[in-house]
């Protein structure tokens, strides 16, 4: 690993600033479960690491009567263990769960998840399912952005060189709001995601009739993809007259996955569709 310099701001605004002066060699470390292993790889080499780890403003879980927000640095291990989390929002406290090992959980934030933008990343479906919003800073002041449009391909998100990811605001779900993340991989745990599935959506109890409907899938694309085709199948219709098969098939033709070294592109497809009639038979099973 080469020799960088260390810096530690007491704050966002500071870190941005830190940021602007250092120029593009300056990268953000938080946990380091990512970049450290590419600056020991030698596929990144900053000159300077700038860490926001410690910044309380950063690092808060927050409920109100409009959704919860989550501050960059806040661990997955944190998100495991949080009770409003684990209540309102059980398909995020799941994701969490199922990055890495406790060790792992430990250091990683869920900022660096969303950040690294590996199409693997088990956080980023579900907070696109779930119209997650970020605020992002810079040396000009603040703005937000619908996840949606953070991702601009495998590795690269649309922020600029001295703006950092300060918080991620996920808006109260609808009442009687199923959610559901599955992840298939080689191993149980301690592995990558092969294809990953969010669905988070509501029936009606009385006319078992679906709505809201929200199907993104991971892993299978440069970015998070909305299934929008399988979505339509879905959404209006009562459970009794869902083609499961069909919604599975249409979800596996919006995926455009590649062959690489975890799974083959054909495997993918597959696997998308096998997930997508799991996540919607386990979400509408007693309704």
Avoid: W
Wanted: net charge negative; glycine share 8%; proline share 6%.
């Amino acid at each position: 690993m080469k020799p960088f310099g260390y810096h530690e701001p007491a704050t966002a605004a500071e870190a941005c600033q830190c940021l602007k002066e250092l120029g593009e060699g300056a990268r953000i470390i938080a946990g380091g479960t990512d970049i450290l292993i590419q600056m020991k790889r030698g596929s990144r080499t900053p000159e300077h690491l700038v860490n926001i780890s410690n910044m309380d403003e950063l690092s808060r879980i927050e409920s109100g009567p409009e959704g919860i927000s989550i501050g960059t640095a806040v661990l997955l291990s944190a998100l495991v263990d949080n009770q409003a989390i684990n209540d309102s929002l059980p398909m995020i406290a799941r994701a969490a769960y199922l990055v890495g090992s406790p060790q792992v959980r430990n250091l990683a934030t869920i900022g660096g998840n969303i950040c690294n933008a590996a199409p693997s990343a088990d956080m980023s479906p579900g907070l696109v399912a779930l119209d997650s919003v970020l605020t992002i800073v810079g040396p000009d002041g603040q703005r937000q952005l619908p996840i949606s449009d953070f991702f601009t391909g495998p590795g690269s998100v649309a922020l600029e060189h001295d703006e950092i990811l300060t918080s991620i605001f996920i808006p109260k779900p609808e009442a009687g709001t199923k959610m559901l993340y599955l992840k298939h991989g080689p191993r149980q745990a301690m592995d990558c995601s092969v294809t990953g599935v969010a669905l988070a959506l509501c029936v009606d109890p009385q006319t078992r009739t679906c709505k809201n409907v929200r199907l993104v899938l991971g892993a299978v694309a440069p970015t998070p993809v909305r299934a929008r085709q399988a979505e339509q199948m879905i959404d209006g219709r009562r459970v009794d007259d869902i083609d499961f098969a069909a919604v599975g098939g249409s979800a596996a033709s919006e995926a455009s996955p590649i062959s690489d070294v975890r799974s083959s592109a054909e495997y993918r497809l597959e696997m998308v569709s096998v997930l997508t009639v799991k996540a919607l038979e386990t979400l509408v099973q007693g309704v």
